[in-house]
């Protein structure tokens, strides 16, 4: 069955360190791609979206993903991490012409001071 | 101007009562979906419309009845509401099935 995989389920960094989470989904043809992130009491918000080209896409709040198809994985990365990026992170995936969208189990991101 | 609306944000309420949850989108879209998380944050899908057609049901107990009267809506009526139920529920839309997905902020169900 298709799904999708995120191996930590929480993510302590400090304010101003750098920041990758990782995703990994099986089989899939020609993957849709998505990170989405979720503050506390709010819905998910897209952060950056893959459907092919470029491997490394750049999302908003200075985020960005890299897909590697050997891999299966489409790592969400940031440089330098701020306070306000603590949250909820899901990686997701759609095929092509589908309704079959498989959202991961999550990342709880916390950022120390 | 909200794209994905839900009413009521918070849920209050007893075992055994019935409770419906009503969202709305702005954007256009044909596709609209319920999701379920939970409080160690897992999302499950629960049912997906286009243009107002059932097309995912996801093994949900049929105390849940989804109503779509047309593309912009979506409603969720629960009947005999359980312990169990108490969870947020996650509208959400998106132009194409394979598409980025808007969600509302969630309504939040409590049982008492």
């Known amino acids: 069955a298709q799904s999708v995989t995120q191996p930590d389920i929480h993510i302590t960094v400090s304010e101003g360190a750098s920041l990758e989470l990782r995703c990994n989904y099986s089989?899939?043809?020609?993957?849709?791609l998505f990170w989405y992130v979720q503050s506390p009491g709010q819905g998910l918000q897209l952060l950056l979206k893959?459907?092919?080209?470029?491997?490394l896409v750049q999302g908003i709040k200075g985020f960005e993903a890299e897909f590697k198809r050997s891999q299966s994985s489409f790592n969400l990365r940031k440089p330098s991490v701020h306070w306000s990026d603590a949250a909820e992170y899901f990686c997701a995936v759609a095929y092509s012409g589908t309704y079959k969208y498989i959202f991961g189990t999550g990342t709880r991101l916390k950022v120390l001071a | 101007d909200t794209a994905v609306s839900q009413t009521p944000k918070y849920l209050v309420t007893q075992m055994g009562n019935d409770k419906s949850i009503k969202c709305e989108q702005n954007l256009g879209h044909d596709t609209m979906y319920w999701y379920k998380q939970d409080s160690k944050k897992f999302l499950k899908i629960m049912f997906s419309y286009n243009n107002k057609e059932l097309i995912i049901n996801e093994t949900v107990p049929n105390r849940f009845s989804p109503k779509s009267p047309d593309k912009a809506h979506l409603n969720l009526h629960i009947n005999s509401l359980e312990l169990g139920d108490s969870a947020v529920y996650f509208c959400?839309?998106?132009?194409?099935?394979?598409?980025?997905?808007?969600f509302g902020d969630g309504t939040r169900l409590s049982i008492l």
């Open positions: 893959y459907f092919s080209g470029d491997t």
């Open positions: 089989y899939g043809a020609t993957p849709y």
């Open positions: 959400a839309s998106s132009s194409r099935g394979d598409q980025p997905q808007h």
